[in-house]
């Protein structure tokens, strides 16, 4: 069915959700794992009181996280995942890595962790949906137990 699996993530509880589902579709297929962080690119602010290299700085620093959840679960689960940090628009950089991995889905949490989310809640979830040409998978954290989970 799938070969391989491609989880986004960017360490909110829904795509920690998304993380434990992939690992377990992995596992059970026996598909290749892997994993997308995004650093977003478009600006949340817009004044200079936020140094922007700082603040990428730190949004790498938690998709680097976020990714070395994912690729310690997996080891639990006894998969290796082959993971990257990207740097752009969210929804881009998903399909773009979904193509470089020619994955055969495309699991995601139905609501990031972004600053300004309630402006722009699943609006990467909606993209990736919309424009994708393979199946999405769409985890919500809140009807998921996935803390037990890989």
Known sequence: MYDAVLVATDGSDDATAA?????????????DLYGVAVVESRTE??????DPEERERTLRAAAEDSLAALEERARVADLTAETTVRAGVPHEEILAVADRWDVDAIVVGARGSSEF????LGST??????????PVLVVDGDETDYRDAG
């Not at 979830?125 to 393979?134: E, I, K, N, S, T």
Request: charge should be positive; hydrophobic fraction near 60%.
């Open 19 to 31: 993380t434990a589902h992939a690992i377990r579709l992995a596992s059970a297929l026996g598909a």
């Open 45 to 50: 602010y817009d004044n200079a009181i936020v």
């Open 117 to 120: 989310k309630r402006a722009l």
């Open 125 to 134: 979830v909606d993209a990736v949906v919309r424009l994708a040409d393979r």
